[in-house]
């Protein structure tokens, strides 16, 4: 495996980081399975569809003051993200109107309904009451392999950690390399969960409160 490269440091996106994480986002999941389903990536214009979708959702994350993990390489910008909901959120499935009405007029009906049934499917299934949910995981493609995905889920825990109603982080992976992926960072297997024809496993970490291999946050 290639040396991480050094230099790491992890921190809270900014909004001028907007366009970055949407372009990394859209990477990572143009051929995740719910979204090509989702979005109905055998018509034209899904591509669109999806970086409409990625966009909104980032302006959900930072209208309400989510917490987006960025691993930058020195003064650079950001080369791997993660978007986290934190515990009583007060959205998923409960979108602002403003976000459904922009997602209809950009992606459709459908593609709105399936997002928020995806919401709703994972939040009954959680086997915790105040947690974390990981929404999105994205590396550069030019740094994969290369140990940031496990620096980044280190990053995600010190914020689990340091949340004190926290009993744990979600997350709903619909990838067999993604699945593995958690795993590894002992996150266990809930269960399976269908989205009209997609299926996919819900993934569960408790929180450690005593974890001392936290990453610092704060820049």
Not at 20 to 30: E, F, N, T, V
Not at 148 to 156: D, E, K, M, P, V
């Amino acid at each position: 495996m290639p040396d991480m490269p050094a230099n790491l440091t992890a921190a809270y996106l900014s909004a001028e980081d907007m366009n970055i994480a949407s372009s990394l986002l859209y990477l990572a999941y143009q051929d995740d399975p719910f979204f090509k389903h989702c979005f109905n990536e055998k018509e034209d214009g899904y591509d669109a569809r999806l970086r409409a979708a990625i966009r909104e959702e980032l302006l959900v994350y930072f209208d309400k003051k989510q917490p987006i993990v960025g691993i930058y390489d020195g003064e650079h910008h950001p080369i791997a993200i993660a978007c986290v909901t934190l515990p009583n959120a007060g959205f998923g499935e409960n979108r602002p109107w403003h976000w459904r009405l922009k997602m209809m007029l950009t992606t459709g009906f459908v593609s709105t309904r399936n997002m928020m049934n995806k919401d709703a499917l994972v939040r009954q299934s959680v086997p915790a009451s105040h947690y974390h949910l990981i929404s999105f995981v994205a590396v550069h493609p030019n740094y994969q392999k290369q140990g940031l995905g496990q620096f980044l889920l280190s990053a995600i825990d010190s914020v689990v950690n340091e949340t004190e109603n926290s009993e744990g982080v979600a997350v709903l992976a619909t990838v067999e390399k993604y699945k593995t992926f958690f795993e590894q960072a002992n996150y266990r297997f809930i269960k399976q969960i269908r989205v009209d024809q997609v299926v996919g496993d819900l993934m569960f970490k408790t929180a450690n409160k005593m974890d001392e291999n936290k990453q610092d946050l704060n820049g």
